[in-house]
């Protein structure tokens, strides 16, 4: 069975950092995109960078120049790098893997800013 676990979640001063993992175990493949996700209270669960098997990675607007998302070369492990974090970073981060039209999720880490 397919699990993705993350750590490094915490509560961070604003402007500081954060770096989440994310470990995926039980697998036989190499996931085809690795992600993070995010969702606030009352809000709706929204993406906030994705990277592909061949290194390419997208972000949403709102942590662009701030997050970096990396992986190992295996595609079975997966980094969000958060710098200057706002307060309106705040949420649960989930991380997921895409392979053969499916889609694993994590549990979800908390992160949590204050001002």
């Known amino acids: 069975q397919v699990h993705l676990v993350e750590s490094g979640g915490g509560l961070v001063q604003a402007g500081g950092s954060l770096r989440l993992s994310c470990a995926a175990s039980?697998?036989?493949?190499?996931?085809?995109?690795m992600g993070w996700h995010r969702q606030a209270p009352g809000k709706q669960r929204e993406l906030v960078a994705t990277?592909?098997?061949?290194?390419?990675?997208n972000y949403a607007d709102s942590v662009k120049g701030r997050f970096t998302i990396s992986r190992d070369g295996k595609m079975n492990t997966v980094h969000l790098q958060m710098n200057s974090l706002k307060p309106e970073d705040t949420a649960v981060y989930y991380c997921?893997?895409?392979?053969?039209?499916?889609?694993?999720w994590g549990q979800g880490t908390q992160v949590t800013v204050s001002s």
């Open positions: 997921n893997g895409v392979y053969s039209s499916r889609d694993y």
């Open positions: 990277i592909f098997r061949g290194g390419s990675a």
């Open positions: 039980g697998i036989f493949f190499s996931f085809n995109a």
